[in-house]
């Protein structure tokens, strides 16, 4: 059995027992190990939510990172201190790329804090854009190459080019696949790469059939003229049999509201405390 248990996210399950914070990570559970996808923003989170549900971050095989930002590697210094040294690190070589957001005439770096000569001091780095896999029956895409559709993007998020800035074309966004005997599970950090433009990377290079899709999805900012091709093409990726959507993080409500309208109870929410099982 595969356990994904969700330990950030903005919402909570049940607030009197999860903290929340804009942010993600997910533990992931299988037959041989365990690993942490994603850190969230603080690392206080992470550890008081992964207490709550009995979750010792000290015995994580790996950990993933889907993308640089902050709310993804903030609460990086924190699991380290808990994780055992020499540990696996699995990310994109674009990983330690600053980013930043440019918003209001103001600038500000939300990128990975932590610089690379301090992360090879307690972990092992493996940066590959290649597909890797991680554990058994669990895999990081490597980079998504193919970027014909236009989800996940955010347009107040830049890169130094030169003397000026380019939009950041997200080189580093990775998601992660696990290999279950019903299928294959999508998880998403940010999913800036483009939730389409990841599902179809993923079919591409496992050709198998995806049951479930779990995470940040991005999918906040598109307006209504667009949803309509999203929804066809997510129902033309399924083919006739469509996959779970466990949706949190950057995903919005609206889009979650509309993905209900199209897939009904195939869409569910996935707060800090959500716990998930798949045969
Ligand atoms: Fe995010
Ligand atoms: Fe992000």
């Known amino acids: ?35 942490l996808f ?31 930002h902050y709310d993804h590697t903030g609460g990086l210094e924190v699991f380290l201190q808990k994780s055992r040294l020499g540990l696996p690190l699995y990310a994109h070589p674009d990983l330690f790329r600053e980013r930043y957001a440019i918003k209001d005439g103001q600038t500000r770096s939300i990128g990975l804090q932590m610089v690379q000569s ?36 955010s347009s107040h998020h830049y890169i130094q080019a030169g003397n000026g800035w380019q939009p950041d074309p997200y080189r580093d966004d990775v998601a992660l696949v696990l290999e279950t005997p019903s ?22 290079i496992f050709g198998k059939k995806i049951i479930a899709i779990v995470g940040g999805t991005h999918l ?23 996959p779970y959507l466990f949706l949190n993080h950057c995903t919005g409500e609206r889009a979650l509201e509309t993905l209900s309208q199209a897939f009904g109870k195939k869409v569910k929410p996935c707060p800090a405390g959500t716990v998930l099982r798949f045969d």
């Open 1 to 35: 059995m595969f356990m994904v248990r969700c330990l950030v996210d903005n919402n909570t399950l049940d607030a009197a027992r999860f903290r929340t914070e804009h942010g993600v990570s997910f533990a992931i559970e299988t037959p041989t190990g365990q690993l």
């Open 183 to 204: 299928g294959l599970i999508v998880v998403c950090g940010c999913c800036h790469a483009g939730l389409l433009n990841t599902l179809m990377h993923v079919q591409h």
């Open 118 to 153: 301090d992360l090879t001091k307690h972990t092992t780095l493996n940066l590959s854009a290649e597909p890797a896999q991680v554990l058994p029956g669990v895999w990081i895409t490597g980079e998504i190459t193919s970027r014909t559709e236009f989800e996940g993007r």
């Open 220 to 242: 906040a900012n598109l307006d209504v003229n667009t949803w309509e091709h999203t929804i066809t093409i997510l129902r033309a990726i399924s083919a006739w049999d469509m």
């Open 38 to 68: 994603d850190t969230g923003q603080s690392g206080d989170v992470l550890v008081h939510n992964a207490t709550q549900l009995g979750l010792d971050l000290c015995q994580m095989d790996a950990l993933v990172l889907s993308h640089a």
